[in-house]
């Protein structure tokens, strides 16, 4: 069986992060092999890294190879597909919350979880998107449902999943109220948010009213509940930190509102979409640091650092 290179990894720190060599995977039905050129690296891959996160869904008995958000270039199809061909440039999310085994040359995935990556798109941006991309899609337009005209609360909105609802949301003709903490404030400024909130002022979002919408993207069981209070009657809800951020019921029957917790699912709609707003410059991708793959603890480090504001993206040798 033909070998490529990958970064296997036990529970642990960054250096359990270990370049080596591993048996190529074959694509099954319905099953496209990825030759992968970068890999967007997310806070879920560091949590899991760690032995919190996705962790329960890896086999420690197998070589564990971490990683979600991929670009790369459609190199062999499994019987039953027809949505692609060899050489087409695609891009994904494969598998999560289950191993999608990116950290790697190679990678199979379900062809209906990958779309195409635009032609002005480079690779590089296109593996910075999928996993925040389709949250913020999935919570924006899925969940909240959000329309033309409403008005929407993003808190924690210079985040990788928040710049991506900001962009989402404005594109949707909504009126944003953006809230983060004092040194992000630029990014959401050069978003264009119609309302950039610094949530360290006290009072600052308790001030808000009338929202259609929330997202938080911060959580805590009583700052989520202090954020009703900044919705209409019937304003709607969602809480992407933990299900148990979430308000009581009681919290929300006496605010008329609603409210859920949601996890991101692979969707190659929801990638189409995405591939259409950054092809007409509705969606705009900051990657703040590249490195090899081999160096992809390096990457780790700078994330946990959290003193980065942008995507982080691996590229991955021939």
Do not use: C
Request: hydrophobic fraction near 45%; charge should be negative.
């Amino acid at each position: 069986m033909p070998e490529m290179n990958a970064v296997t990894f036990t529970a642990g720190g960054p250096e359990n992060l270990v370049p080596t060599s591993i048996p190529r995977p074959e694509p099954g039905p319905t099953e496209v092999l990825v030759r992968v050129t970068a890999v967007g690296v997310n806070s879920i891959d560091w949590k899991t890294r760690a032995g919190e996160g996705m962790y329960r869904f890896f086999d420690p008995a197998e070589p564990m190879v971490l990683g979600w958000d991929i670009a790369g270039v459609v190199e062999e199809s499994g019987a039953g597909v027809t949505r692609f061909e060899k050489g087409d440039r695609v891009f994904g999310m494969p598998r999560f919350p289950h191993p999608g085994n990116t950290y790697a040359q190679y990678v199979v995935a379900p062809s209906r979880q990958l779309a195409r990556i635009p032609d002005k798109v480079s690779d590089v941006a296109a593996a910075a998107v999928p996993l925040p991309g389709l949250t913020a899609y999935q919570a924006i337009v899925d969940t909240i449902k959000l329309g033309q005209g409403e008005r929407i609360l993003i808190r924690g909105a210079a985040g990788a999943v928040g710049q991506f609802a900001v962009q989402i949301a404005r594109a949707r003709r909504a009126t944003v109220w953006a809230a983060d903490v004092p040194d992000r404030l630029d990014m959401l400024t050069s978003l264009g948010v119609d309302h950039v909130i610094d949530s360290l002022s006290e009072g600052a979002i308790e001030s808000i009213s009338h929202m259609d919408a929330v997202l938080d993207l911060v959580g805590g069981k009583e700052s989520s509940a202090k954020l009703l209070g900044t919705l209409r009657p019937g304003g709607r809800m969602v809480v992407l930190s933990s299900r148990d951020d979430v308000p009581y019921q009681r919290q929300l029957e006496a605010a008329g509102v609603t409210a859920s917790w949601m996890l991101v699912e692979p969707d190659h709609a929801g990638l189409e979409a995405l591939a259409a707003m950054l092809s007409y410059g509705l969606l705009r991708v900051h990657v703040a640091e590249t490195r090899s793959l081999d160096d992809i603890a390096g990457l780790h480090v700078i994330g946990e650092s959290g003193t980065v504001v942008g995507r982080l993206v691996a590229i991955v040798g021939g």
